[in-house]
Nanobody, 118 residues
Framework: QVQLVESGGGLVQPGGSLRLSCTAS????????MGWYRQAPGKQRELVAS???????NYADSVKGRFTISRDNAKNTMYLQMNSLKPDDTAVYYC????????????WGQGTQVIVSS
């Protein structure tokens, strides 16, 4: 069973920065893509950013220019650098990984809370 462990969440003031990390229990080369999702209270979970095995990235319009997704293959870790944070970015952020074996298997982390507030 694959485990994804997120870290880096917390409380930050508007305009501040945070970096989230997601470490996998196996090589991230076994995933076609990895991504960050978020869910705010009373809202549906939404895709924030994703990165494929070939380093193709995709961002939600609401975070373009502020967030950067990246991966360190040697550390089996994916990152989300979040700058110029806004109160609307407040949510639980989840790490996701899609298996490369064609089964469509998705793995999820337990989530990390991000609160943007003064």
């Amino acid at each position: 069973q694959v485990q994804l462990v997120e870290s880096g969440g917390g409380l930050v003031q508007p305009g501040g920065s945070l970096r989230l990390s997601c470490t996998a229990s196996r090589s991230i080369f076994t995933f076609y893509s990895m991504g960050w999702y978020r869910q705010a209270p009373g809202k549906q979970r939404e895709l924030v950013a994703s990165i494929t095995f070939s380093d193709r990235t995709n961002y939600a319009d609401s975070v373009k220019g502020r967030f950067t997704i990246s991966r360190d293959n040697a550390k089996n870790t994916m990152y989300l650098q979040m700058n110029s944070l806004k109160p609307d970015d407040t949510a639980v952020y989840y790490c996701n990984a899609l298996a490369i074996d064609g089964t469509g298997t998705n793995y999820w982390g337990q989530g990390t809370q991000v609160i943007v507030s003064s």
